[in-house]
């Protein structure tokens, strides 16, 4: 089986390296691909926006599946251009993408359909909306609507603060464009957050090992958020019983919700949890698979990544093509100095090698770029560290010895990663 991956991050090459663990995989491109996955992928610098052009290239190179990781390609359609031109595509449709690709629409769903998700407003008034902060108090959350790579959302802790981002968003400086037109004005949900990522070909639903990101950039879990930065698997927080209730009580009844509503959801749907005791509660709903919580699922999958992604695109996936290692993983974001605000690029990165050879460890490129030969810097997330051992701490103490083996000036990471597993399970 031919198979080429759409996207360049760190998710990306780490579903180019579980695929290419595939006996049925003979070959790998990967658009565009990056320096980490040039000995598992040919990387094939096209544009991701030009989706009749993709479809073109796979029909010419005789793709049997293409699989799409980041969220931009499958909301704007990329899924229906390929079933077009007949060819087998992992991923939602984009109307079922829109699960991720307008919180309106996501919390709209919940709603109906009563699915438990913080209660809400929909403003695209600056002054209705201010009023409505005013009425709630802090802390309350304020989303942009639609894409703003994971960064239109401010958690404000006072009032002030929710006013601001309000004035930042709908006011004249439009911060994330027209994702600030409408904003959803939403209840703050203490506890804790858990991702629980699900295979599914529209009917069948198989739930992934549930992992937890890291979201602020410091540790102790202060500061802005950010893409992530790190990630465990598996989250005890998410005990058996939860995941039960997750599936039934929200799951399964949204893919029943968009298949009732003409948008039939293949491919992964992933589900951002908050848990407080028995409460669970969904903070969003993605179209894909989560980045960085790929680079600690998939590692701990026992099953054929390329079986189980065909199966999902053409109705025949089965829960026991979906098996689970009893090991643990930890992943460590090292990202650029200024992360998540501005920072550089072109930095050299050294050690990349002496950590890569670490036993059970993987280093996973999320910004990076070969230059002359050498690897620079080339994103805010430059690196995901995942090490796999017998338990979290195990796996944790080596994920930061690896890390130790790399620099590159400016770098920064959490110390912290999986400390709220390591409290639970002390
Ligand atoms: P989202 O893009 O909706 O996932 O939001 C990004 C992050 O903001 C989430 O992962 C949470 O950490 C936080 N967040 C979003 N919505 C809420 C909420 N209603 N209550 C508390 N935290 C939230
Ligand atoms: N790790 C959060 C996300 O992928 O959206």
């Known amino acids: 089986m031919k198979v080429a991956v759409i996207g360049g991050g760190g998710r990306e090459h780490t579903i180019v390296w579980k695929l290419a663990q595939s006996p049925k995989v003979e070959k790998i491109y990967a658009i565009p691909g990056g320096p980490g996955m040039k000995k598992l992928a040919e990387c094939v610098p096209l544009d991701t926006n030009d989706l009749e052009g993709l479809a073109q290239w796979a029909k010419e190179h005789a793709i049997d599946l293409t699989v799409v990781g980041p969220e931009a390609p499958l909301v704007a359609g990329i899924v229906d251009v390929f079933k077009a031109h007949g060819l087998m595509i992992f991923g939602p449709s984009a109307k079922a993408a829109e699960i991720e690709g307008s919180k309106i629409f996501s919390k709209e769903l919940m709603e109906k359909y009563g699915v438990p998700t913080a209660f809400f407003k929909v403003c695209s008034d600056l002054e209705e909306a201010k009023a409505y902060v005013r009425e709630k108090g802090a802390p309350i959350v304020i989303k942009a609507d639609g894409l703003a790579a994971g960064k239109g959302v401010v958690v404000a802790m006072t009032e002030a603060e929710a006013l601001e981002a309000l004035e930042e968003m709908m006011g004249t400086e439009h911060k994330f464009g027209s994702a600030g037109n409408r904003v959803v004005i939403e209840e703050f949900m203490d506890g804790e957050e858990c991702s ?149 690029k072109g930095i050299a990165i050294t050690g990349l090698a002496e950590a890569d050879a670490l036993k059970d460890v993987v280093v996973f490129h999320a910004g990076t770029k070969e230059v002359d030969g050498r690897i620079v810097t080339n994103g805010g997330r430059v690196l995901g560290v995942t090490a796999i051992d017998d338990s979290i701490a195990r796996a944790k103490e080596r994920a930061y010895a690896a890390v130790d083996r790399i620099h590159f000036e400016g770098a920064h990471y959490r110390r912290d990663i999986a400390w709220r597993a390591l409290k639970r399970l002390k």
């Open 196 to 344: 629980l990522l699900c295979f599914t070909d529209g009917r069948t639903i198989v739930p992934m090992i549930p992992a937890q990101d890291h979201k602020r950039v410091n540790d102790g879990d202060q500061g802005p958020n950010t893409g992530g930065m790190g990630a465990y698997a598996p989250a005890p927080v998410m005990t058996d019983a939860l995941k039960q209730k997750t599936m039934d009580t929200i799951v399964r009844p949204v893919v029943e919700a968009l298949a009732r509503e003409g948008r039939p959801y293949s491919g992964c749907l992933y589900a951002g949890l908050m848990i407080k005791g028995d409460s669970i509660k969904v903070v969003e709903f993605n179209c894909r698979f989560g980045d960085p919580e790929t680079q600690v699922v998939l590692p701990l999958l026992d099953g054929d990544l390329a079986e189980i992604m065909m199966a999902c695109a053409t109705g025949t996936l089965s829960p026991d093509m979906v098996r689970w290692s009893p090991k643990a993983a930890v992943c460590v974001v090292m990202a650029s100095g200024g992360y998540p605000a501005s920072y550089p």
